[in-house]
Structures are given as structure tokens and as C-alpha cells.
Nanobody, 116 residues
């Protein structure tokens, strides 16, 4: 079983930056992709950014040009650099990992609040 631990959330003013981290630990076969999702109460969880094993990336349109996803394969860690944050970015951010066997795992989430 794999475990995912997110960190880096917090309260930031509009226009500010945060860097989220997600560390994968435990036993798993191999990482296929990692992704960041976010969810606000009453809404469905939405994909924010994803990075594949070949380092190809994709982003939801609302964060393109502001957020950057990256990974450190040696450390089984994924990052989300978030710049020019807006109040509408406020959400609980979740890390997801998909393995080469088709399993997937979720972290517990880290809260990001953008407010003046």
C-alpha cells in the first residue's frame, strides 16, 4: 500500500505564491502518473494538473501560465508551484498517484486559501 502526504498549503493574499508538495511512501510497483486535484464544498473534485512518467504535463485552463507541476522521481515527490494566486483558487488540494499496475491512491489534502 502506498501513502501520500501533502504539505505546503496555507493562507496567502491574492497575487501571492505557494508551493505544494506530495511525497509518496510505502510499497507500490511504480509510478505511472501523479496529479493535483482540488475541491471546494458542494463541487466535484477537479483535475488541476497532471504529470506523466515521461514528464509530459497538462493543466486545467484556469491555471495555465500560473501553476507549474513537477516531480522528483528519485524522491517520489511531486510539486505544484502556484503563482499569481486568485481567490477562486481557494480549495482543498489533493495529491493523486497512479501506478503502473493501475492502482491509484489519494492523499488527505492540504487547504489553500487565497484572501486579503
Amino acid at each position: 500500500q502506498a501513502q501520500l502526504a501533502e504539505s505546503g498549503g496555507g493562507l496567502v493574499q491574492p497575487g501571492g505564491s505557494l508551493r505544494l508538495s506530495c511525497v509518496a511512501s510505502g510499497r507500490f510497483f511504480g509510478i505511472n502518473y501523479m496529479a493535483w486535484y482540488r475541491q471546494v464544498p458542494g463541487n466535484q473534485r477537479e483535475l488541476v494538473a497532471q504529470i506523466a512518467s515521461d514528464d509530459s504535463t497538462r493543466y486545467v485552463d484556469s491555471v495555465k501560465g500560473r501553476f507549474t507541476i513537477s516531480r522528483d522521481n528519485a524522491e517520489n515527490t511531486m510539486y505544484l508551484q502556484m503563482n499569481s494566486l486568485k481567490p477562486e483558487d481557494t480549495a482543498l488540494y489533493y495529491c493523486k498517484m497512479g501506478t503502473l499496475l493501475g492502482d491509484y491512491y489519494w492523499g488527505q489534502g492540504t487547504q489553500v486559501t487565497v484572501s486579503s
